[in-house]
Structures are given as structure tokens and as C-alpha cells.
RNA sequence: GGGUCGUUAGCUCAGCUGGUAGAGCAGCGGACUUUUAAUCCGUUGGUCACAGGUUCGAUCCCUGUACGACCCA
């Protein structure tokens, strides 16, 4: 290795490689697996000095050598632990010289005894440093880590690696998961697995992402939810059931949507519609008690109170109370059509332009003028029929369904209905939404003659729910961005290099 | 899809009304035996996202493209 190499990226490269070269040419074994750690950096912090030796396994963030001295900061999953070798210390001259062919960012087994330094810090004295696995990429700035919001989605093992609040992020992400379970299955439903590839897109209103299967010669969509397997289980005898995991739509990205996301959807048979935002409203209070601070959470600019207790408002008095209009107007069809008319050059307003149901109407009007202000959670009820094709028609009013949405700072949070099990009336809505589908309209359901079949086997009544977990998560954790809590969110292909 | 802003060293960032670029960290060389973002001295490193255009001359002005952030849809 030449001393005076240039510093750019593909020579930092080089060198760190070549390290590991010289590792391997003094008999080192280059990449070791043989080395057991003892203890977690976190568990010797608690631990008192004493000459026992201790083996702790991680990675260095830090270095400093002082000439015939040096220390080194070791971080693992627990925590970080310092390293220290010098040259009068028993069999630690080689130790200093393995510290010093050390890079940021290398792991390592380092094996030693406790001790602490004169300002109190609980250091190893450095017996055995080995190298377990080279770093060759140079790791991000040592204080400010990853920074470009960009990189920190697209290179997560760097922005995990050099940020323990990301890690810790993530970490709580898996706790409210946890905790998701534990509360169903404390209420006696079953955690099942349903299909993720479907002959049949169905369960919700969206554009599907297509696949094949080869040897079946056969076309398969990706789930845009699993409603009408686990309503299928329903049928099958389980009377409650929940599933995590995800689904995939075909649209845009956002700060609101990855095109695959994960859902929790859950059913319960003998159950309505009323009694699901009952137990969500305790699912939430419970998630409130161990990750928002006095049943508060900071979102989106807002400040929320998830205390129980939400509000509920039929959609047509909340369309005609944030629009300044009489419930009468709110069901008329020519009021609405002018109302969004207004949004000029918008999609709404084309939408509206066309031939849309009254429903439909109802629904962009809310969409565009009462969503985005429901900031403390609302449950908005007595959807139209017309836009909820699996939901069950109230007995006193067949345009509308048993049917709710909850809204936390302006943003879908869960979608909820007592389940339509009459077979004849499902059969009616997917021949409507299958003529849709065939006048042009890409997300409207499929006829689904198997499914159907399944409800003739008699589905007992039942209520279900569809949560968003990823953006459950941003509202516990305060995250504005749902690729802040996704591992990996899709990224387009990074820009080539070469012009 | 539309608007606004951004893209400069491996990372974090400066760079004025146009005269081909700087810092900190990392790296490299040196000093230093209890440091804590160690310190001190020296030093390497750049197709200024990409492609055009205007200009004697472009990181800077203009157009387009890619990628991203925010807002609107």
C-alpha cells in the first residue's frame, strides 16, 4: 500500500482492501467466524471491573491513538463499550498494533479485561483484538451520520448502522406489531396466512400489480388486500381471525404510500360494524398507554388526543357540516356536482363532471373538504352503498352501508364494516362493479364467482376492519414520512454515473 | 400529474453581481501512555448530477433529462 494515495471514493476502497489483504497475507484468516462474545457491550456496563476476561463482539465507531496508547469505541446491538491498548500492558503490544491497522467501521471480536479510566469510563484492556470482517466502505460522518434523506432510504444498513435513533425507530416499529398481536390473540382471534397471489384481485378498490405463473401458464395478481380469504375462513368455522402482512397496489408514492404496504385486517363473527370502532378504540388506547406520552402524540403539525371517547358523525352530516350546508343539500346531487365544480382543474372536478353516482359525489365533496381537517380521531359512518360493494346495506336504508372510516390528523387510519353475507346481493354488486371495470374504470372489482360460492355456503354475520399499519406507526412514532417507518420503501434505480 | 426548491470531495456543508472550487469529518504522513467528536503539525482527494445553449470565459445565467425534498392534485 502506497502511503500517499489519493482520497477519493474508489481509493478509499483500494486501501481498506488492501488491508484486509495484508490480514490475510500475515496467516489471518480473512473473514473468521469462531469468535463467541461473552457479553453485550450493555450488559458490561452494568457489570464491575474485575480481571475476569470478557469477549464482546461489534463494530468500531471511534478511534483515538495516542502514540504508545490508544482507545477505540466498539458499538453492538446493546450498546457501545470502549477498548483500550497500550504498550506497557501485558500482552497488549500486538493488540495496539491490530488497533492501529483498525478502519471505522470494522467489526470486531476484542477480548480483555474491566477496567475503569481516571474520568470513570468502563474500558477493556485489550488482550486479543481480532479483525471478523473488514469494512470497505468508508461508514458515514462520524457525528452527523447519513443525513440526506435520499440516501438514508436508499442505503438503510448505513443511516441503521450510524444512527441509533433509526435503529430504535425500527425497534418500535416491531413493538407495536407485537403489541397488535398480543391484543387479538388475548381476544381469541387467530393469526392466520392467506394468499398473496390471487387469480382475482379483489377486496378493495385499486390497480393491481400483475404476475404469472409459468407452469400453469396462469395470470396472477398481487393482493390489493386479503378480505375475501380470510371472510372465506368466516365461513369455514373460525370465528375470529387476523392477518399481518402486506399488500400491494399499483399507484403512485407518497408520503403516505409505498406500493407495498402492511395491513392488519381482522374479523369476528357474531359482531357489527359498531362493535369494531368500539375495539378500536380500546386497541388504541392500549397502543396510547405504552408508546404516546399522556395519550398525546405529536403528528403532522397537530397535536392528537387519542384518549377514548372519538367522535362519530354520519358522512352526510360531516360532508354538511364543513361545507356549510343542510343535510337535504348534502344528498343533492346538483349542490354537490356546483361544490366541486369549484375545485377547478382538479381531478375532482372531473370526476365530477362525468356521470358519477351520488355517492361518489358524496365521497370526493369528503374526500376534498372534510378528510384532511378530522385531526383528532373521528370515525365517520353511513357510507353509500353505492362505494362500499362488500359491506352490508343497513336493514331500515339499502343505500346505505354499515360502514365506518376512521380518520386520525386528516389521514385514513382504518376502514371498517359489518360484512355483506347474503350471497344474491354480492352477486348484484360485482356484476355492477364488473360492468364498470368493463366501461373503463381501473379500479373497480371483478365478478369473483368463487368467492360467491363460498358465501352460498353460508357466512355466519360478522364485522371486519382493515388497519394500516405502516401508517399506524407514523402516528405513534410522530413520523411524517412512511419511508421513515419502512425498512426499505421502494426507491427508483439510483442515477448511472456516466453521461 | 402540476408547482417550488435541491443535486459541489467517501460523509456533512460553504462558495457574493459569471473569471474552471473551500472547510469540518474520514483518509494519508508525523507528534503524543487514561482519551471521550481526543489534541497538535503537515497533506491527498473534485468531469461542481447529466446533456445541450448563451458567453472570450459557466458550479453560477438559460433549456432539457435523471434523481430527490416539500406543497398541491
Given at each position: 500500500m502506497g502511503n500517499k494515495e489519493a482520497a477519493s471514493g474508489e481509493k478509499l476502497y483500494q486501501m481498506r482492501k488492501a488491508k484486509l489483504d495484508e490480514q490475510a497475507a500475515a496467516g489471518?484468516?480473512?473473514y473468521p467466524n469462531d469468535f463467541s462474545p461473552t457479553h453485550a457491550a450493555a450488559t458490561l456496563a452494568q457489570a464491575e471491573p474485575d480481571s475476569t476476561p470478557v469477549r464482546v463482539a461489534g463494530r468500531i465507531m471511534?478511534?483515538?491513538q495516542m502514540g504508545k496508547s490508544a482507545f477505540a469505541t466498539l458499538a453492538d446491538a446493546s450498546g457501545h463499550i470502549q477498548l483500550h491498548a497500550a504498550v506497557a500492558e501485558d500482552g497488549c503490544r500486538d493488540c495496539l498494533d491490530r488497533l492501529g491497522e483498525l478502519d471505522l467501521g470494522d467489526i470486531v471480536g476484542a477480548t480483555g479485561s474491566l477496567f475503569r479510566t481516571r474520568r470513570g469510563e468502563l474500558t477493556i484492556a485489550l488482550t486479543e483484538l481480532r479483525l471478523l470482517a473488514k469494512c470497505l466502505r468508508p461508514p458515514p460522518e462520524k457525528h452527523k451520520g447519513l443525513v440526506d434523506p435520499e440516501l438514508r432510504s436508499r442505503k438503510r444498513h448505513l443511516a441503521l448502522m450510524s444512527d441509533p435513533a433509526e435503529r430504535q425507530r425500527f425497534r418500535k416499529r416491531s413493538a407495536i406489531i407485537a403489541s397488535l398481536r398480543a391484543f387479538f390473540d388475548e381476544r381469541g382471534y387467530l393469526e392466520v396466512e392467506t394468499p398473496m397471489m390471487h387469480p382475482i384481485a379483489g377486496g378493495a378498490a385499486a390497480r393491481p400489480f400483475c404476475t404469472r405463473h409459468n407452469s400453469l401458464d396462469m395470470q396472477l395478481y398481487l393482493r390489493i388486500a386479503p378480505e375475501l380469504y380470510l371472510k372465506r375462513l368466516l365461513v369455514g368455522g373460525y370465528e375470529r381471525v387476523y392477518e399481518i402482512n402486506r399488500s400491494f397496489r399499483n399507484e403512485g408514492v407518497s408520503t403516505r404510500h409505498n406500493p407495498e404496504f402492511t395491513m392488519l385486517e381482522f374479523y369476528a363473527a357474531y359482531r357489527r360494524h359498531t362493535d369494531m370502532m368500539d375495539l378500536t378504540e380500546e386497541l388504541f388506547a392500549q397502543l396510547a398507554e405504552r408508546f404516546a406520552d399522556d395519550g398525546r402524540v405529536e403528528w403532522l403539525g397537530h397535536s392528537i388526543n387519542l384518549a377514548s371517547g372519538w367522535r362519530r358523525i354520519g358522512l352526510i352530516d360531516a360532508i354538511a357540516e364543513y361545507n356549510g350546508l343542510s343535510p337535504e343539500q348534502a344528498r343533492d346531487e346538483q349542490v354537490l356536482t356546483e361544490r366541486l365544480a369549484g375545485f377547478a382543474g382538479d381531478k375532482a372536478a372531473a370526476a365530477a363532471a362525468g356521470r358519477p353516482s351520488l355517492g361518489q359525489l358524496q365521497m370526493l365533496l369528503f374526500d376534498k373538504t372534510v378528510a384532511g381537517k378530522l385531526i383528532d380521531p373521528t370515525f365517520v359512518t353511513d357510507f353509500p352503498a353505492s362505494v362500499s360493494p362488500l359491506a352490508r346495506r343497513a336493514d331500515d336504508d339499502p343505500e346505505i352501508a354499515e360502514r365506518f372510516e376512521l380518520y386520525i390528523g386528516g389521514c385514513e387510519m382504518a376502514n371498517g364494516f359489518s360484512e355483506l353475507n347474503?350471497?344474491?346481493?354480492?352477486?348484484?354488486?360485482?356484476r355492477a362493479q364488473a360492468a364498470a371495470a368493463a366501461a373503463g374504470d381501473e379500479e373497480a372489482m371483478h365478478y369473483d364467482a368463487d368467492y360467491i360460492e363460498a358465501l352460498e355456503a353460508a357466512m355466519p354475520p360478522a364485522a371486519g376492519?382493515?388497519?394500516?399499519?405502516?401508517?399506524?406507526?407514523?402516528?405513534?412514532?410522530?413520523?411524517?414520512?412512511?419511508?421513515?417507518v419502512m425498512l426499505f420503501p421502494l426507491v427508483r434505480p439510483a442515477a448511472e454515473k456516466a453521461g
Open positions: 489471518r484468516i480473512r471511534l478511534i483515538r347474503d350471497p344474491a346481493i354480492q352477486a348484484q354488486v360485482f376492519e382493515g388497519i394500516g399499519i405502516d401508517r399506524l406507526v407514523m402516528l405513534m412514532l410522530g413520523c411524517s414520512s412512511i419511508r421513515e
